[in-house]
């Protein structure tokens, strides 16, 4: 075990970055799981490629605040499009988070294809692009993480400011109603802090992966308790450890690409959960079998 990187600046500067991140997208994460949209962020993470690519297009640079912005503007117009497909057709929503998520992506990816090497966008450097793809937490700057921890105050500001409300809505949507919660405020709070994560979370994780750091903390926590706080608190304990030791790792072995590391790990842990905890599949198989009994 190296300990020595653990007081090494690069390292800590990429481990504050991908721990805060991850601990943030497990807490806002758990909300759109509970609610049904896990699918949702999968498809606006996608989306936001297509957006990260234009912004370099029209500013020729590279600056994280405004290829985040291009990601936020991209994932707003994603939610739009699935929103309105989805009110004035029979399509089902499966097809439609489908659709929309391969047509955004495969738009990003087209684009970034045609300013390979094309002289118009020569003056500006475009390499690193292909990182908001599958992620680069290990070129993490320290302006990157900046605009993560803005984005993780925010997030985290909004849900706990609206804690009441988001714990009503979740688990009572008619009630909610009932006592004069907005439900359509509710659902552009929680895309809102999503979409935060997903923009400033995309050169760590990658358009592919970063859905993933919302979903799996969410799955570990509603594993291991009923109670929303705990589920909470889980979920952002998970997101956080497993971010640590992803960076660890992918800075003490040869060839390990951070990003995926830290969602390997956060796999691990949710399937461990899901075989192994008070709700998993080992102990419901043992109450049927005590039942049978």
């Known amino acids: 075990m190296d300990i020595n990187i653990l007081t090494n600046y690069s390292f800590l500067v990429v481990a504050a970055g991908t721990v805060i991140l991850a601990i943030a997208s497990g807490m ?42 291009g990601a936020l503007f991209s994932g707003i117009i994603a939610f739009f499009s699935i929103q309105l497909i989805g009110k004035n057709s029979k399509i089902e929503m499966d097809s439609i988070l489908a659709l929309v998520l391969s ?29 908001y793809i599958f992620g680069q937490a290990a070129y993490l700057m320290r302006n990157d993480v900046y605009l993560i921890i803005l984005a993780a105050i925010i997030s985290i500001s909004l849900l706990l400011l609206f804690y009441k409300e988001i714990k009503i809505f979740v688990f009572d949507e008619q009630f909610a109603r009932s006592v004069g919660i907005k439900a359509s405020f509710l659902n552009w709070l929680i895309l809102i802090m999503s979409m935060v994560l997903i923009s400033v979370g995309l050169k760590a994780v990658g358009a592919i992966l970063i859905s993933s750091m919302l979903i799996a903390p969410a799955i570990t926590g509603l594993q291991w308790s009923n109670r929303f706080p705990i589920v909470l608190l889980i979920a952002g304990i998970v997101g956080g450890g497993s971010a640590f030791v992803g960076t660890y790792i992918s800075s003490t072995v040869k060839n390990m690409p951070t990003g995926p590391m830290i969602i390997l790990m956060m796999s691990i842990v949710a399937i461990f959960s899901i075989l192994f905890s008070p709700k998993g599949f080992i102990a419901g198989s043992l109450r049927k079998r005590k039942g049978v009994k």
């Not at 047509?103 to 450097?125: C, D, E, R, T, W």
């Open 103 to 131: 047509s955004f992506f495969g738009l990003g990816m087209v684009l970034k294809s045609y300013i390979q090497g094309n002289p118009q966008y020569s003056n500006a450097s475009q390499a690193g692009l292909q990182n």
């Open 28 to 69: 806002v994460g758990t909300i759109s799981v509970l609610k049904g949209q896990s699918l949702i962020g999968d498809a606006i993470g996608h989306s936001s490629f297509a957006g990260i690519v234009i912004s370099f297009m029209l500013f020729q640079q590279r600056n994280p605040i405004i290829l985040a912005l």
